[in-house]
């Protein structure tokens, strides 16, 4: 499985843009990015994917590189109930997610 | 409309015992995995079907772990001679396609082994 490396933990102030990297440099041609959250004591929650293009959507703004080996996910404005664990994975369909350990992010009032 | 259910939320066995976990997928999807989560970690990949049959069952750790899915829909991970390392939470999710698919997951089960 291709695998992903990303900070262990960041912080935020609360109402700023936060921006979460993602390395990803065994990136094959079709897995697509995947990002989830997990709220302390809740299920992961889906935030976005993509493949090739920059994504959009209501919660979130997901930005890959041009090669691929690396992507961004983007918070726009940064709320208390944004604080949660962050996975970027690589999923190339059927079988499974890898998580590994994922950001913490803490968003500070 | 009603997510993946899971149920019991909470388990207490002893070393030794048989333990069952029930997972109620999102109704009409078609995949669904399995997944366990140790004390800050990010899950582990179990077991995936995609409807009744195990389509990859390379994450179960040994044979004392089974999972069946006989109707396509609900799900019970049956764990065998427990023990105290299985202590984790257990997830559930279920997807309405496998590629590149979202995943809706449960609220997990804490299973404690004693």
């Known amino acids: 499985d291709a695998k992903t490396t990303q900070p262990n933990s960041m912080e935020s102030n609360e109402e700023e843009p936060v921006h979460l990297p993602c390395n990803h440099s065994?990136?094959?041609?079709?897995?697509?990015i995947h990002w989830y959250r997990q709220l302390p004591s809740q299920g992961p929650e889906y935030v976005i994917h993509?493949?090739?293009s920059n994504v959009n959507n209501r919660m979130a703004s997901l930005a890959i590189a041009e090669d691929r080996k690396s992507s961004t996910l983007i918070l726009h404005r940064a709320t208390l109930r944004d604080a949660a664990v962050y996975y970027c994975?690589?999923?190339?369909?059927?079988?499974?997610?890898?998580f590994g350990t994922g950001t913490s992010l803490t968003v500070i009032p | 409309g009603a997510g993946v259910s899971q149920t019991p939320s909470n388990k207490v066995t002893e070393k030794g015992k048989y333990v069952e976990l029930r997972c109620d997928p999102i109704?009409?999807?078609?995949?669904l995995y399995w997944y366990r989560q140790s004390l800050g970690q990010g899950p582990e990949f179990l077991i995936y079907?995609?409807?009744?049959?195990?389509?990859?069952d390379s994450g179960l750790p040994n044979d004392r772990f089974f999972a069946v899915r006989p109707e396509g829909s609900v799900s019970t991970l049956k764990i065998q001679r427990t023990e105290r390392g299985d202590s984790a939470v257990y997830l559930c999710?279920?997807?309405?396609?496998?590629?590149?698919?979202?995943?809706?997951f449960g609220p997990g089960t804490r299973l404690t082994v004693l």
């Open positions: 109704s009409g999807h078609t995949a």
């Open positions: 079907f995609q409807g009744t049959g195990a389509a990859d």
């Open positions: 994975i690589l999923f190339e369909g059927g079988n499974q997610f890898y």
């Open positions: 065994t990136i094959s041609g079709t897995d697509y």
């Open positions: 999710a279920s997807s309405p396609w496998g590629a590149s698919g979202e995943q809706f």
């Open positions: 993509g493949l090739t």
